[in-house]
């Protein structure tokens, strides 16, 4: 579970209900933020908008998606260079054939696939453009859910705007009950409330953590990818290494336990 997305997106409803007490009261919130006309607008015009964006399995993923945010990542870059360099001491040892076996016990299905291809004899080249061609086909499917964030957040306002355009001209329609003016008015700036809340409290902070969690497994799978090519290319595992740990951030280099082990 991933402690900070849940924690903050908890505490973003705290802060808004908070603000809706302080100004309006605990005993009017309902009556006067809570509005089925302007729900059924904004939130309804926006997901039904973005269904009409995207097809109906994407549409249902990009939803589901939704619960990936409070997912922690199983495996830090760290942990993976530590395992290749356990690997390529294997391979410096045991030679490549010897990977097999250790593929068997592998959870990681994309560094299985690489590690397979190496203890085949693939060509590097081939190795690399299998593995590469699997990388930009994940990162497409992560960023048609990450789209469909984006489309929803950019959806919520707009359909917001369309909800209070036509809570004004309801109110226009009206103008002779002067008294009824103010609550119209309230009315109609709901459905803006309702679609910045939309935008601003799930659909904005939802695409960023996609975008974060697509970053890292990239990143993750290059750090795959260099490592298990310079193993099939019998590189010394302190090399395999320092190279591997350039995709560290200089902090997290130092923090490393990374142990290589080997000799030139």
Known sequence: MDIASLVGFLLCFVMMVYGLISGAGLANIIPE????????????????????????????????????????????????????????????????????????????????????LIVDGTDPDLVRAIMETELVSVEGRHKTRIGFWDTLGSMGPAWGMIGTLIGLVHMLYNMGDMAALGPAMAVALITTLYGSVLANWICGPV??????????????????????????????????????????????RENSTVEAGGEE
Not at 45 to 71: E, H, N, Q
Not at 219 to 240: C, D, H, T
């Open 207 to 252: 695409g960023a953590k996609l975008k974060a969690d697509n970053e890292s497994e990239m990143m993750m799978k290059e750090v795959m990818i260099e490592g298990l090519l310079s193993i099939q290319a019998g590189e010394n595992p302190r090399v395999i290494e320092e190279k591997l740990k350039s995709f560290l951030a200089p902090k997290d």
């Open 33 to 116: 933020y809570m509005n089925a006309p302007s729900a059924i607008i904004t939130f309804g015009g926006a997901l039904f908008a973005t269904m009409t964006s995207v097809s109906m399995p994407d549409f249902i993923g990009g939803l589901k998606s939704f619960t990936l945010i409070f997912k922690a990542p199983s495996l830090n870059t760290a942990e993976m260079i530590q395992k290749i360099i356990d690997l390529s001491n294997i391979a410096r040892k045991e030679g490549l054939l010897s990977l097999e076996e250790a593929a068997t016990d592998m959870d990681e299905p994309f560094l299985k696939k690489g590690i397979l």
